[in-house]
Structure formats: structure tokens, C-alpha cells
């Protein structure tokens, strides 16, 4: 690990002028290239403090071994060479999106005698029109295949077309109509080159004008009765209208644009753009990325506009560039783009209208992909040992831990103060195994105490199970006896299940406990495990700000590479107990909302509050009614027709409403409820030992 004093340049030889700078580590290998408005002032932020510095860009200066810069003359020209440079050495540190498909093009190769129509795939070549990408290649043949009855294009490879001209024998297409043959001279390169040309402009976008013009020969052949001939040019204009509702229109007929959106989280980001063409979306790409830097969503957009827009000219880059952040600042990447175009673009943020809501389904796309990408990550057997085996070596474990439980605190100001406990076992989620937790020895906040109580709670039901089945393994005493047992595998596998075979809630000890937090949830969490006599538990914490990983009695945290999997399946797990923490959190919240006078009613279940309402109609007749009345409804005994009859007489009504512009009281019943929501699963009322879950 490098030392950057080593090679700080002195203040005054670095310019302070815009430029670009590169990081090489001891091999000289380009491990990161930036650029700045100011040379000097950019530079001077990596070499402060490394307290100060963010840990991935800590990470990147104690790597490098040396830096040296390049001086241009406007932050245009630093924006071109840094996507050069990018693409040319390859920076291990620098933001690279990696596409997770090859995306196939609509093609015409211009640039030949015989245009042909054709899927290509890979780098554009000159003279080439692409049309796309499209998310699959048959989506391209099915258009393709539409269109050669209005534009019989040449769509047969060389070898193929050189058979046919020297044989003098069109290919099946000729035959059939679905190819103009100039092979066999049935069209000039003129003609057919003009025929191409249409094409293009119909894949462009201009449909209007070709379909009138269509509409107008149908009519003129039909006014000379020339059947045969309107009938074609009709089988035509439907065909060409099948392939239009092919691309979906989303916005005004000339608009011209494409709408990126970012979707990310502290490890990773995923990027989709739509292409809209004359209005309609007419393709869709995607990538992925590790921030193996630290960037910012505009930093992620400006990275992503060099890479879609970094080869391109003319009217591949369009008039208008949506984009869910700007990149800081905004004025070059515009003037790169525009002198990419040719003319002005426009890149800006939708605020309201078509644009604002395609946008959204946009980020929609990107968070989907996100996810999907993070699911295949997860699923991959190999992948799930090697985290399991980083998270060991980084925590110093003598196994990979097989069995993870995660905690996580969650309240609202104070509020409805709950837990949550996931488990994931062998790198996967086990959700029959997730408990909840409410806070019951305090009110208030305070997350490192309830941090203590869940890992208490938890891990004392754990060893009250291990001591009612005698199950203590290397013959230790058995706490309730005193005696000596030595219990098999079958016979451990059957104490840990209830009589009908289910697992027992609290029965399985994981091998690592994590605790969203940094050293106060860990200490506490240790602390409780200290004063149950367990020692054979690892815990750590996952700080969520910086991503840093700390353990028990140390000062500073472990920091796990960025692009580490053994950090990706902690960050999995913490934010997994968060979800199922919050999710917990809101329901109760809910809940404390919709309450209701039955709600004090001790023993009175869900199906018996609503039986009660549906019988009385409202919860004020129920309060009129007599013991004996509410003796009617089925299910409810005298005793507890006495203590609903109580608590309702108790509780006070709620308070008429008023007609504010008469001032009249209006005699309304009240509302139809019994503490809590009709769409309620039964189970919500039963007792905690029923539902499996610990609150």
C-alpha cells in the first residue's frame, strides 16, 4: 500500500487549467483517469487527509503509485479525452458499464452496390444505417419480414447473391415476391439503391407521408378498376401498419429523443435508455455497473452519455437527451453532444407532461434490470461460496459461515419500535425463518438498547430450546439434570422439530450475527451473547453510510474491496432486514391508525370483531345492545358478552360531525369497523405462538 505523500506533486507544478489526469499504480498500469475544470484544485481533494477521503477513494490513491496530468484548452476537449483514455487503458477504478447482452441492429448496408437489410450485432461500421437496438433478433426478422412485401430489398448474404447472378435463378424471396432480384438484373443499383432509401426512411420514422401516398394509389387503381392492383397496394398499407404498432407510440409524432434513467444502490448501478424515434420507442438497451468509485447519479449519467454517444455522428445522436440528474457541469457535456450531433441538443430533466411519465417508466426498466442482475449474482452456486469464504478470511472465522442471521431496528420518531431477524443460509434467503421483534422493556429510541433486548430475547429462547430437548453437544451438562447425554444426528435433527414435524422457531444457532449499525449495535449485540455464555457466535455490523464492516471490541472497521461478493451478500442480508424491519414497522403503524374500541377488548379475535359488526351493522348499535343481544352472534359466550359490553361502555364515542356551513350535527352511524382493516388475514388476530412469530 502506497503512501501518496510519496507522490504528491508540489502545489505549484500542477496547472490550474482544465485538463486530464491519470493514476498509474508501481507497474504503471492506468488504474483511474479523471478529468477537472481545474487541474490543481481536483487533485489537491485526493491528496488531504485519508481520514477524510470517501474508502473507495482511499482504496484508489494508497494504489497508485504516481499521477500525471495532460493540460487542454476547454472542458470539452478534457471530456474527449478522458472517454478516450477510458477506453483506450481500461482503469480498474473508473466507472465501465458492461452491457448484459449483445444488442442486435436493424442494418442497411449503404455502402454496397445492393444495399442489403441484415441483423448485425458489435461495433458500427461506416456507410452502415442501424435501426435499435431491439431486445431480440426476432423482433427484427418479424419487422424485416413485414416490410419486404412494400420494400423488397436485397436481405441474401454475398455468397448467396453471387450463386443466384451466376446461375441466373433468383432465391425463394425473388420468387415469392419479397425481393426486387437485382441479382438477376430485374431492378438497376439505382432503382434498388432508391428502394433502400425508402426503407430506411420508413424505419426512420417518416410513415405518414409513404401511407398517404399509398392510400392515394389504392384509390386511383380502384377509380380505374384496377382490382387486382388496389387489393395489392391495401394487403400493403396493412402490412406496413402491423409493423408500425410493432414500436408503441408514447409521444408527439416528430419527437426525436432518448430517456435514460439510473437505478443504484452502494455496490452497483444499472442504466436503460429508450430510443424514441418519430414518437416511438424503437429500442431499449441496458448495463450494469460495480461503483468501484465514488460517483454521484449525474457523474453515473455523464458516464453513461460517453459511452452511448462516444462513436457516434449525425442523427444517431438525437435532438433531445433526457436524463433523471444532470451531470456537474452541464455546459460541456451539452456542447460534446452538440458537436457529436452537428446541431443543438437539448439535455435536460423531464418535469411534467408525456416525457415525465415515460421517464418513469424508464427508471421502472432500470430498477427491474438492477434486480434481475442482483437475483442471477445471488442464484450462482460459485458465487455464494466465494462470499461466504471472503466474509470468513475478512472476519477471521475458522468455517464459512453456513447460517447468517441479520437484525435490523426500525421506528418513527420513537414510535411503534419493532426488530426484524432474516436469515439466509448458504448464501440464499430462508424465509421461513424470519422473525419479528417488538421492543417491550422501554419506550422510546433508543436502537442500541432494543438492539441488546432482540439479541437477548432471541438467543435466549435458543438456549431454552437446547435445554427442554437435552440437546448440548460434546457431552456437557445437561442444565436441567446434571447429566452427562450424548446425542446422535438423527436424534438432534428430530429435538429440533415440534410434534408435527415443523422446525422450532428458535432452534438453529446461525454461525454469523449481523446487526445493521456500526460499534454501538455491535457491542450491544456482543454484550448480550457475553451475558448469555455464548462464545461461540461471530457478530458483526454493517455501517450503511460507507459500507464498512465493523467487530467487537476493534477501533477501526474492516473494509472489504468494492467489488468484493463477501460485501455483497452482507449488503444483501442488512438490507433484506431492513425491508422485512420496516415493512413490520408500517403495519403496525397502520394498525395503531384504523384501532378501534373492540381493539380493548381482551381475548376477542379478528373473526369474532367482525362477526359482531356484521351482525349489529355499526360498533354504536353494538354499544345499545344488551348482554343478552350479544349473546346472539355466534361464538360469543355470556362472559364475554359482559367484558365487550364493559370495555364499549367504558370507551368513549366518538365525537358527532358537524355541518360546517349549517352548524347542524349530523346523526351518522359509525363507521363500520372493529379495529383494524376487513382485508386483514385472519391470522393477524391470533395469538403470537399460532402465527410463528415473535413480537
Known sequence: MADPSSYRPRPGEIPDSPGVYRFRD?????????????????????????????PRTRTMVTTAASVEWTVVSTEVEALQLEYSWIKEYDPRFNVKYRDD?????????????FPRVQVMRGHKKKGVRYFGPYAHAWAIRDTVDLLLRVFPVRTCS????????RTGRPCLLGYIGKCSAPCVGRISPEDHQDLAEEFCDFMAGRTGTYLRRLEKQMMAAAEEMEYERAARLRDDIEALKKAM????????????????????DELEAAVQIFHVRGGRVRGQRGWVTDKVEDVTTGALVEHALQQLYGEETGDAVPKEVLVPALPEPVEPVQEWLTGRRGANVSLRIPQRGDKKALMGTVQRNAQQALALHKTKRASDLTTRSRALEEIAEALDLDSAPLRIECYDISHLQGDDVVASMVVFEDGLQRKSEYRRFQIKSFAGQDDVRSMHEVISRRFRRYLAEKERTGEWADGEEDMAGGESVLTGTDEITNSLKDDDGRPRKFAYPPQLVVVDGGQPQVAAARRALDELGIDDIAVCGLAKRLEEVWVPGEDDPVVLPRTSEGLYLLQRVRDEAHRFAITYQR??????????????????????????????GSVKK????????IQEVPGIGRKTAETIAAALAQAAPAAPAVNTATGEIIEDEEPDTAG????????????????????
Open 101 to 113: 447482452k449483445s444488442y442486435p441492429y436493424l442494418a442497411v448496408t449503404m455502402n454496397e452496390e
Open 158 to 165: 454475398a455468397g448467396v447473391f453471387k450463386n443466384a447472378a
Open 26 to 54: 508501481e507497474h504503471r498500469r492506468v488504474i483511474y483517469v479523471g478529468k477537472a475544470k481545474s487541474l490543481r484544485h481536483r487533485l489537491a481533494n485526493y491528496f488531504q487527509d485519508l481520514a477524510n477521503l470517501h
Open 622 to 629: 353494538l354499544r345499545a345492545a344488551t348482554i343478552e343481544q
Open 245 to 264: 404498432e410493432k414500436n408503441a407510440v408514447v409521444l408527439a409524432d416528430a419527437t426525436d429523443a432518448d430517456l435514460i434513467a439510473v437505478a443504484e
Open 587 to 616: 403495519t403496525k403503524r397502520a394498525k395503531r391508525f384504523r384501532a378501534g374500541p373492540l381493539d380493548d377488548v381482551p381475548g376477542l379475535g379478528e373473526t369474532r370483531k367482525q362477526a359482531l359488526i356484521k351482525h349489529f
Open 676 to 695: 383494524g382493516s376487513s382485508g386483514e388475514p385472519v391470522s393477524a388476530g391470533l395469538p403470537d405462538e399460532r402465527r410463528g412469530q415473535e413480537t
